[in-house]
């Protein structure tokens, strides 16, 4: 099993340019979630999905979108990145369960110029 | 709303010492805790979590971690440290009694520095 798989590893993007970012899981979870690292700030919940066909916005949203193409897919997209939305981002999965741990992918550093 | 902190940006220690990573939280009801680890480079780690039951939970890589109610902590320690411990830890907590979507909220993480 590979777990949580995320692409690209790195990115660097201009002012205005828009990328997505890819996500997949093969644990049959139902759960997904992106979230963003900043240095002093820990981990914060972009969006998430609490199954197949739905998606909720978390405590940082704006600036962006994200689709659940299927049970395995969560991708994040940056319609038209800001130096903002400079950071580590992570995509997790889980089970339905509340008591349920996540489990993270190994992250892609985004740089906006 | 749930949170939690972590009150040590940095603890060092010498290897073959104790160690403990302190985390307090706070919820409305009772709580699920969770601590993860993330070495240099990587996503998170999974390393133990208390839901219900024995306040001592144990986990991996000889982690364990202590819930205490009336303190509202979530202590992480280890009996022994090795050098290869020198990581970021978090500690996350999710409130199940709260209405709406129950999201696990993080501290902002401590490093861990272990010497030889």
């Known amino acids: 099993n590979a777990g949580v798989t995320q692409t690209p590893k790195f990115q660097v993007l201009k002012t205005g340019q828009s990328m997505t970012l890819q996500c997949a899981q093969d644990?049959?979870?139902?759960?997904m979630y992106w979230y963003r690292q900043d240095p002093g700030m820990g981990l914060r919940l972009i969006y998430y999905?609490?199954?197949?066909?739905?998606?909720d916005k978390g405590e940082v949203p704006n600036g962006y979108n994200v689709s659940r193409l299927n049970k395995r897919e969560f991708s994040l997209r940056l319609e038209s990145a800001a130096p903002s939305q400079t950071s580590v981002y992570f995509c997790?999965?889980?089970?339905?369960?509340?008591?349920?741990?996540?489990?993270f992918g190994p992250g892609t550093r985004l740089t906006v110029l | 709303a749930q949170s939690v902190a972590q009150p040590e940006d940095q603890v060092n220690v010498a290897e073959g010492n104790p160690l403990t990573v302190k985390c307090t939280y706070s919820?409305?009801?009772?709580?699920?805790l969770f601590w993860y680890v993330q070495y240099p480079n990587r996503g998170l780690q999974f390393l133990l979590k208390?839901?219900?039951?024995?306040?001592l939970v144990k986990g991996s890589y000889g982690f364990e971690a202590e819930f205490n109610k009336s303190q509202t902590s979530f202590h992480l320690k280890k009996p022994s440290a090795l050098v290869s411990d020198s990581a970021l830890y978090f500690c996350?907590?999710?409130?199940?009694?709260?209405?709406?979507?129950?999201?696990?909220?993080f501290g902002t993480g401590t490093r861990l520095l272990v010497s030889p």
């Open positions: 997790a999965s889980s089970g339905t369960s509340l008591a349920n741990e996540q489990f």
């Open positions: 644990m049959n979870h139902n759960s």
């Open positions: 999905s609490a199954s197949e066909g739905t998606t």
């Open positions: 919820v409305s009801g009772n709580p699920y």
């Open positions: 208390y839901i219900t039951g024995d306040n």
């Open positions: 996350a907590v999710r409130d199940p009694y709260n209405t709406g979507f129950q999201k696990l909220v």
